[in-house]
């Protein structure tokens, strides 16, 4: 019987944003075993309306060793930007998809007359190209400020008007990562593209772990890191026990980190009887202006 994706408004925007927190924290915990892993919470968000988040791909839990950053340039000579003024007065600057001149790009953009801070976050192929914008200083969800004026992004482009852009923004571009290098960010694993797409449109109720593992298997997926919440997930910081082993529980969401490597976001069982169930995980691509797709008799065959 086929379930829905109906959701807490605003949930892919809080997952995406404690996403990359726990991206941040991850990387910054690296050399120091004993730090706990948590995933810190928008102090906006009410506590009965909070949802945990994996690890940015992830996931997307989003999902890598990695956080969002300032490129190094490159060591040969060949640029990974072009940036021309047309004949309208306009900036134009294309990005290829292994963008990494944030900062030369950054003071190229000053002397132009315009404050544009590009950072990087290496993605899955289905979100290599795509720019969002975050306000200058913070790593909060791209919605959080309004685009400025002058200012157009597109696919692995983006366009400013010095005439009429006053802003100071941070431009947050999706690039291919090194080879062999893990996803910092990949769209759901549910996602109608992606290797379990429609999954949760197949059942009733929450989907746990247990199938989850095996459907995951059934399309070639052998490796797993599973992130269990632990403790009270209502509060402003819930921590994250990190393990290959599968807890039992709910699953919260879920995004490959690698081709074959899943990270999966879980409430377990135990915190289940105490704070109630989960949503349905969400099949976003994990893009603040990505639509949620909706289930369909289609999706919910796959399975």
Not at 22 to 50: C, G, L
Not at 76 to 90: F, K, R, V
Request: hydrophobic share 40%; charged share 20%.
């Amino acid at each position: 019987m086929n379930g829905t994706t109906d959701e807490l408004p605003g949930f892919e925007e809080r997952l995406l944003s404690e996403l990359r927190q726990v991206v941040e924290e991850r990387q910054s915990a690296s050399a120091d075993t004993t730090t706990p892993r948590f995933a810190r919470r928008p102090p906006s968000i009410p506590p009965r309306r909070r949802l945990p988040v994996l690890a940015a791909a992830a996931l997307a839990l989003l999902l890598a060793v990695g956080v969002i950053g300032i490129a190094a340039p490159r060591s040969s000579d060949a640029s990974t930007y072009s940036m021309e003024t047309l004949p309208s007065g306009q900036i134009h600057v294309v990005l290829a998809p292994d963008f990494d001149e944030a900062e030369r790009l950054r003071a190229e953009l000053e002397d132009a007359g315009v404050t544009v801070q590009p950072g990087t976050i290496a993605a899955a192929p289905a979100l290599v190209g795509a720019i969002e914008i975050l306000p200058l200083g913070t790593h909060g969800w791209p919605g959080a400020a309004s685009k400025p004026d002058g200012l157009e992004v597109g696919d692995g482009e983006f366009w400013i008007d010095p005439q009429r852009y006053q802003g100071s923004v941070e431009l947050l571009v999706y690039v291919a990562p090194p080879p062999g290098e893990p996803w910092q960010q990949a769209p759901s694993v549910f996602h109608p593209e992606e290797p379990l797409g429609g999954l949760p449109c197949s059942l009733d109720g929450p989907l746990t772990t247990e199938p989850l593992e095996a459907a995951a298997r059934q399309v070639g997926i052998e490796k797993f890191n599973w992130l269990a919440e632990a403790g009270d997930p209502t509060g402003d910081e819930v921590h994250l026990d990190e393990s290959a082993e599968r807890p039992d529980g709910e699953v919260l969401a879920a995004s490959l980190r690698a081709p074959g490597e899943l990270e999966v976001l879980v409430r377990p069982t135990a915190l289940v009887e105490r704070f109630g169930h989960v949503g349905p995980p969400s099949m976003s691509l994990n893009l603040h202006d990505a639509e949620q797709p909706v289930c369909t008799p289609q999706l919910a065959a796959r399975w």
